[in-house]
């Protein structure tokens, strides 16, 4: 059980990296396929990431804004992740 809830924080993990990485370096003339691929991680990381974005807005830079939900939402994974594993490990459920 622990192994498969701690696969499945890994995996969030790394749509929230993508996610991260995807907002911060344009994608030129992205294929149809890479499209519906954004979009996916788009979708699945949009409901985690909402309420950090509306707690903490998005930094004015000279280039446009610099969304940091991600990173915000990261380090809440890990904390998460954290008290669900110890919780597991010590008998629940």
């Known amino acids: 059980m622990i192994n498969i809830v ?3 924080f890994q995996i969030f993990y790394w749509l929230l ?3 991260l990485l995807l907002s911060w370096i344009p994608i030129q003339s992205p294929s149809k396929t890479v499209r519906e691929i954004i979009g996916a991680i ?3 990381t949009e409901f985690y ?3 950090f974005r509306n707690l903490v807005p998005a930094i004015r830079t000279r280039n446009g804004y610099l969304d940091i939900s ?3 939402g ?3 994974l890990n ?3 954290n008290l669900v594993i ?3 490990r010590r008998g629940g459920f």
């Open 42 to 44: 788009y979708n699945i």
């Open 74 to 76: 990261l380090v809440v």
């Open 49 to 51: 990431l909402r309420p």
């Open 79 to 81: 904390i998460i992740r």
């Open 86 to 88: 110890s919780f597991l």
């Open 6 to 8: 701690g696969s499945l």
């Open 17 to 19: 990296i993508a996610r």
């Open 70 to 72: 991600p990173i915000i």
